[in-house]
């Protein structure tokens, strides 16, 4: 009896055991390794192990690496700013709606069911020299004759890949925010009014401060969301021009796959994810103290 | 009230009008003969509409319905795959107690905070040498083993919740533990093996990375890949056609959207924190 709910348990978790060992812990433990190894896939017959050498050469003496690293923060910056003031900004207005409140979420939810890559083929279509519709556009308000080839010029391809990715990405905060919103007692926001609080007022003094939780949530997600940059500037920019687009993530990737550099690859994925698990840990910790402090 | 109403109507109606051109101009050049695409200076209505580059895409372009059959293979073994593992693990999770129990799921959950690229490299390699390349499986079993934590998540949470006296009722009635888990219990979650479903099958018709990585060969890439590269392929003078096959690409997903928007909106909401 005992042996048999055993074996029972045993077989309910075997297709977890399997996934998870074989396609994720094995991985996850070899891409450490390689990280301390140097192995040039093309040529080398195994991973040689050199230790942290490695590491040290791609942080310091890797001007890729700083450019990635560099983009990674100038793509973040404007990326929070659009995605978070953006889906704020709409969740507050669209809770206020008694009409249409479904026809625009389904608007403003349409771009996370395309795929991002083909978002990327899209922007870049519309952003298109020439006949593109958005340099048309500019033209018709401009006085001069806008002509801008976005992605091809190294200062306005990242804000480009960033529009782009903000786009696809506003739907999911804009849930959060308006399901934090409808968590928030009406009779609170009636009280504002009836001493007399004006709109913007109410949503400074009163809708704010209970969304801060939610508030929390989204922006750690947009931080965290803005480092794992791939399938944009691959499909669009291939990291051009120069490296004006190179991300960590497109970084490793071309190490990995154009060049080989197995050891390089896994040492470049390895820092974006520490880059990413810091990020989270040290936010959840402040939001955590936040709660603590105001409970 | 009723002006601040109106107005606010107004600006949220502008902002989303704005915010969908993006895919109508998509759609308004999907519509129209190349000629009439590529007119200098561009113009917003059509001259003239018409499904040509929907037919050409379904009677010329090869690549387009293989993708179509590739990502429709991928995406719906991987969700049934991942709906069988996860009610079982969830199963197990939710109901049985064991040793390292929490430690074992909690090092599960690790996984979704994990960027998907550090596993990219290795599992290129391993798939490499078993010839998984270039093969549905070769994506199949990494999207079920990068989807697997959402659903054991959902999963437990479900049948943590069903009542204790359901499952002693159905052993009184001689159910050994697999009609328990499958005839009793499993109708009961039915909502989370929803939520399941749709962030995995959304998960899997986007996917990119690695799906660009594994599949070299065109006749096995996915719609994602696939349309990126006929558009390298191709060059110029296709974006009518790219748009075409956008649309299409997205419509099935869309209308499934429209169709069961409150468990989208659940499924998604409760997926965002993939990596």
């Given amino acids: ?295 | 009230m009723k002006v601040r109403r109106t107005v606010i109507f107004i600006v949220v109606a502008f902002a989303s009008l704005l915010f969908v051109s993006p895919l109508v101009w998509m759609l308004d050049t999907s519509l129209r003969p190349t000629p009439d695409i590529y007119r200098y200076p561009p113009t917003v209505i059509p001259g003239k509409v018409t499904l040509e580059n929907y037919y050409y895409v379904f009677t010329e372009m090869q690549g387009f319905t293989r993708y179509f059959l590739n990502s429709v293979v991928v995406t719906v073994t991987t969700v049934v795959l991942v709906l069988i593992s996860s009610a079982m693990g969830g199963y197990a999770f939710g109901v049985r107690r064991f040793r390292g129990q929490n430690l074992l799921f909690g090092s599960i959950l690790l996984i979704l905070t994990i960027p998907y690229i550090m596993y990219l490299i290795p599992i290129f390699m391993m798939e490499d040498k078993l010839g998984l390349q270039n093969t549905w499986l070769g994506l199949i079993l990494p999207y079920v083993a990068l989807n697997l934590p959402w659903g054991l998540l959902i999963m437990r949470g479900a049948f943590s919740t069903i009542p204790l006296d359901i499952r002693d009722a159905a052993v009184i009635d001689g159910c050994n533990e697999f009609q328990l888990w499958y005839r009793v219990m499993l109708p009961i979650t039915r909502p989370a093996l929803a939520a399941t479903t749709i962030i995995t099958f959304v998960f899997a018709w986007q996917e990119f990375l690695f799906a660009s990585t594994l599949m070299t060969k065109n006749q096995w890439q996915t719609l994602p890949v696939g349309i990126v590269w006929l558009r390298d392929e191709l060059q110029t003078l296709v974006y009518g056609r790219i748009g075409a096959m956008i649309i299409l690409t997205i419509l099935p997903v869309f209308i499934l959207f429209v169709a069961f928007r409150n468990f989208f909106i659940k499924g998604l909401s409760e997926g965002m924190l993939k990596g």
């Fill in chain 1, 1 to 295: 009896m005992r042996i048999e709910k055993k074996l029972n348990l045993l077989i309910f978790l075997a297709p977890t055991l399997f996934f998870t060992l074989v396609f994720i812990a094995f991985p996850l433990i070899f891409s450490g390794y390689l990280s301390l190894s140097e192995y040039n896939y093309a040529v080398d017959p195994g991973p040689r192990f050199i230790g942290i050498k490695g590491y040290v050469e791609t942080i310091f003496h890797d001007p890729f690496f700083r450019d990635a690293l560099i983009n990674q923060v100038k793509f973040a910056i404007p990326y929070f700013i659009i995605t978070f003031g953006v889906s704020l900004g709409m969740a507050i207005l669209i809770n206020e709606l008694t009409k249409g409140i479904h026809f625009f979420q389904v608007i403003f939810y349409l771009p996370m069911i395309i795929p991002l890559s083909l978002v990327g083929v899209i922007f870049a279509w519309i952003l298109f020299p020439d006949i593109g519709i958005f340099n048309h556009f500019l033209r018709i308000i401009g006085v001069r004759p806008w002509n801008i080839d976005w992605f091809a010029d190294p200062n306005t391809a990242l804000y480009g890949l960033v529009i782009a990715q903000a786009w696809k990405n506003i739907g999911f905060t804009l849930i959060i925010f308006l399901a934090g919103l409808q968590s928030i007692p009406q009779t609170l926001r009636e009280a504002a009014r009836v001493d007399g609080a004006g709109f913007f007022r109410e949503v400074w003094s009163i809708v704010l401060p209970n969304l801060k939780p939610y508030l929390f949530i989204c922006g750690v997600w947009i931080l965290i969301n803005s480092m794992k940059v791939f399938d944009l500037p691959r499909v669009v920019t291939e990291g051009g021009p120069g490296t004006s687009t190179l991300t960590l993530y497109l970084y490793s990737w071309k190490l990995a796959f154009e060049r080989l550099q197995m050891g390089r690859a896994s040492q470049v994925a390895y820092i974006t994810a520490a880059i990413i698990l810091l990020l989270s840990w040290g936010l959840n910790r402040l939001f955590r103290h936040e709660t603590a402090r105001r409970a």
